[in-house]
């Protein structure tokens, strides 16, 4: 069982940036893939960005060039950089771990507000 712990979301102005970490309490190193996801209320959760365990990044067409997803094995962190926000990045913000197509794990999610 791993245990996922979002934090570093809050209120920015657009344009702004924000970190997202997210703490697993136990090694990484057997997760295959990590990544956050976001969800607005009364729409599904979709993908922001993902990472393999050999560093091989997705992302969603519309955070291209603005977000950036890494992973620390050594802290058994994720972290998810994200530039340039739009009000339209607004969301809760969930961290998402796959051990194996039969064990997934996500955080409580963490919102982050874009406003002015």
């Known amino acids: 069982q791993v245990q996922l712990v979002e934090s570093g979301g809050g209120l920015v102005q657009p344009g702004g940036s924000l970190r997202l970490s997210c703490a697993a309490s136990a090694s990484i190193l057997s997760i295959s893939v990590m990544g956050w996801y976001r969800q607005t209320p009364g729409k599904q959760r979709d993908m922001v960005a993902t990472?393999?365990?050999?560093?091989?990044?997705n992302y969603a067409d519309s955070v291209k060039g603005r977000f950036t997803i890494s992973r620390d094995n050594a802290k058994n962190t994720v972290f998810l950089q994200m530039n340039s926000l739009k009000p339209e990045d607004t969301a809760v913000y969930y961290c998402?771990?796959?051990?194996?197509?039969?064990?997934?794990?996500w955080g409580q999610g963490t919102q982050v507000t874009v406003s002015s």
């Open positions: 998402n771990a796959v051990q194996s197509p039969w064990t997934t794990y």
């Open positions: 990472v393999t365990a050999g560093s091989i990044t």
